[in-house]
């Protein structure tokens, strides 16, 4: 049961790779610095690959359960406040995503027994900001620039479909985790008690806890069925406002404070969008397969997170 990682050392790819090991998979991790790739767990194995082709690991695809691509420059940058969407850094973003999903296609393509499913991650940004209505998988796409970007990391490995490979796109929300990504740039006003809501707080923060993500990539790849787009967040949706209700009545601290949406476009520029605009997405097909969220209201999972 052997998996390939792409993007393995990232915020998913890590605990997936341990949560994968710990199920009795075999877990490979592509990495183009593989000397950098610590904490891993052991039984792990890192493989070089140059990020845009098979070269040097495409024959590890052939008889392979699963390829898992995660891979793609970071949209909210690696430093703890974001990085400005610079025209430099917008193609970094789009082309390292469309370069990660050719070289899937062409170790696919190269495999002499095809992977048995691909597994594309994606986000919710693929829809168009909006207050009022229920995003399902069905929902049209947005032409902002993020809803450009995930439609062209979707495509990116769409080809392995005509080679008779089953493939995935989870669409994921705000992944809530301690060790990175956005939940510690929000939880750090809390922290220090000037916690609010951002902009008008009205706007939709779709969410869903690790946990769950890393239980869903499991079900994918063993439900023989799944197939397709998949919105992965959770059930219960809130606005921005409400989550810093939650978030501070859970970390013991006050949500009164709001933060002007003024500051954060003189601050960060386009990259602004990534808190001041939002969308309801609903999980429809995923629960119609099946999977079941272990966390699936907001409380739950931060009380759970902050009890760690």
Same mark, same amino acid.
């Not at 947005?142 to 439609?151: H, I, Y």
């Given at each position: 049961?052997?998996?390939?990682?792409?993007?393995?050392?990232?915020?998913?790819?890590?605990?997936?790779?341990?949560?994968?090991?710990?199920?009795?998979?075999?877990?490979?991790?592509?990495?183009?610095?593989?000397?950098?790739?610590?904490?891993?767990?052991?039984?792990?194995?890192?493989?070089?690959?140059?990020?845009?082709?098979?070269?040097?690991?495409?024959?590890?695809?052939?008889?392979?359960?699963?390829?898992?691509?995660?891979?793609?420059?970071?949209?909210?940058?690696?430093?703890?406040?974001?990085?400005?969407?610079?025209?430099?850094?917008?193609?970094?973003?789009?082309?390292?995503?469309?370069?990660?999903?050719?070289?899937?296609?062409?170790?696919?393509?190269?495999?002499?027994?095809?992977?048995?499913?691909?597994?594309?991650?994606?986000?919710?940004?693929?829809?168009?900001?909006?207050?009022?209505?229920?995003?399902?998988?069905?929902?049209?796409?947005?032409?902002?620039?993020?809803?450009?970007?995930?439609?062209?990391?979707?495509?990116?490995?769409?080809?392995?479909?005509?080679?008779?490979?089953?493939?995935?796109?989870?669409?994921?929300?705000?992944?809530?985790?301690?060790?990175?990504?956005?939940?510690?740039?929000?939880?750090?006003?809390?922290?220090?008690?000037?916690?609010?809501?951002?902009?008008?707080?009205?706007?939709?923060?779709?969410?869903?806890?690790?946990?769950?993500?890393?239980?869903?990539?499991?079900?994918?790849?063993?439900?023989?069925?799944?197939?397709?787009?998949?919105? @992965?967040? %959770? =059930?219960?949706?809130?606005?921005?406002?409400? +989550? &810093?209700? /939650?978030?501070?009545? #859970? $970390?013991?601290?006050?949500?009164? @404070?709001? %933060? =002007?949406?003024?500051?954060?476009?003189?601050? +960060? &520029?386009? /990259?602004?969008?990534? #808190? $001041?605009?939002?969308?309801?997405?609903?999980?429809?097909?995923?629960?119609?397969?099946?999977?079941? +969220?272990?966390?699936?209201?907001?409380?739950?999972?931060?009380?759970?997170?902050?009890?760690?």
């Amino acid at each position: 049961m052997r998996v390939i990682i792409t993007g393995g050392t990232g915020l998913i790819g890590r605990p997936l790779a341990a949560d994968l090991v710990q199920h009795g998979y075999e877990v490979i991790v592509l990495s183009r610095n593989p000397e950098r790739a610590t904490g891993l767990p052991p039984g792990v194995r890192v493989e070089r690959w140059d990020a845009r082709s098979a070269a040097g690991w495409g024959q590890l695809a052939d008889g392979a359960q699963a390829i898992i691509n995660l891979a793609g420059e970071n949209i909210g940058g690696n430093r703890f406040l974001p990085d400005r969407w610079t025209p430099e850094r917008k193609q970094r973003i789009l082309e390292s995503r469309q370069n990660a999903g050719k070289a899937v296609v062409e170790a696919v393509a190269q495999a002499r027994i095809k992977p048995e499913v691909v597994i594309q991650m994606s986000g919710v940004d693929y829809y168009p900001p909006d207050n009022t209505r229920r995003m399902t998988e069905d929902s049209p796409g947005a032409s902002t620039f993020l809803g450009n970007v995930v439609k062209e990391w979707e495509a990116s490995t769409a080809p392995v479909e005509a080679m008779g490979v089953r493939r995935c796109v989870l669409r994921t929300g705000v992944v809530l985790t301690k060790a990175g990504g956005v939940l510690p740039r929000l939880a750090l006003p809390y922290k220090l008690f000037v916690g609010g809501p951002i902009g008008s707080g009205k706007q939709p923060l779709p969410w869903v806890a690790l946990d769950d993500v890393l239980a869903a990539i499991r079900f994918m790849i063993e439900t023989p069925g799944a197939r397709g787009v998949y919105n @992965l967040v %959770a =059930p219960e949706q809130v606005t921005n406002a409400e +989550f &810093g209700q /939650v978030l501070g009545r #859970v $970390l013991g601290r006050p949500s009164l @404070l709001p %933060a =002007p949406a003024f500051a954060f476009r003189l601050a +960060f &520029g386009e /990259v602004a969008a990534l #808190v $001041l605009e939002g969308r309801f997405v609903q999980p429809k097909r995923v629960q119609e397969a099946g999977f079941q +969220f272990q966390y699936p209201t907001l409380e739950a999972a931060l009380r759970h997170l902050y009890s760690k």
